[in-house]
Nanobody, 124 residues
Framework: QVQLVESGGGLVQAGGSLRLSCTASARNFNYYTVAWFRQAPGKEREYVGHIYGNGGPTDYADSVKNRFTISRDNTKRTVYLQMVNLKPEDTAVYYC?????????????????WGQGTQVTVSS
């Protein structure tokens, strides 16, 4: 099973930007679909978006469309989540999740590998 490690979280003011990274251990990483989820205190884990193995297409939750962009560099076994125009409601622990091949859904149960999460805090 692939191991995933997120990095890049932190504290940012509203309107600011952050880029999260998700680095994988698998040599066949280019065949993995990778998604980003987030979980705020007291709330369920929420789908943010995903990217297929060879760089596209991508899909996003409505709440982050036009503000978040997912990309990947398979040579570095890394998927990125670029976040701009951040809002206080984006505050959460952000997780990357992976699945070998294509996905049939975007719920947490559709992904078998998870990172440990990275905290993103947006101040108003």
């Amino acid at each position: 099973q692939v191991q995933l490690v997120e990095s890049g979280g932190g504290l940012v003011q509203a309107g600011g930007s952050l880029r999260l990274s998700c680095t994988a251990s698998a040599r066949n990483f280019n065949y993995y679909t990778v998604a980003w989820f987030r979980q705020a205190p007291g709330k369920e884990r929420e789908y943010v978006g995903h990217i297929y193995g060879n760089g596209g297409p991508t899909d996003y939750a409505d709440s982050v469309k036009n503000r978040f962009t997912i990309s990947r560099d398979n040579t570095k076994r890394t998927v990125y989540l670029q976040m701009v125009n951040l809002k206080p409601e984006d505050t959460a622990v952000y997780y990357c999740a992976g699945r070998l091949g294509r996905i049939t859904g975007t719920g947490p149960a559709d992904f078998g590998a998870w990172g440990q999460g990275t905290q993103v805090t947006v101040s108003s």
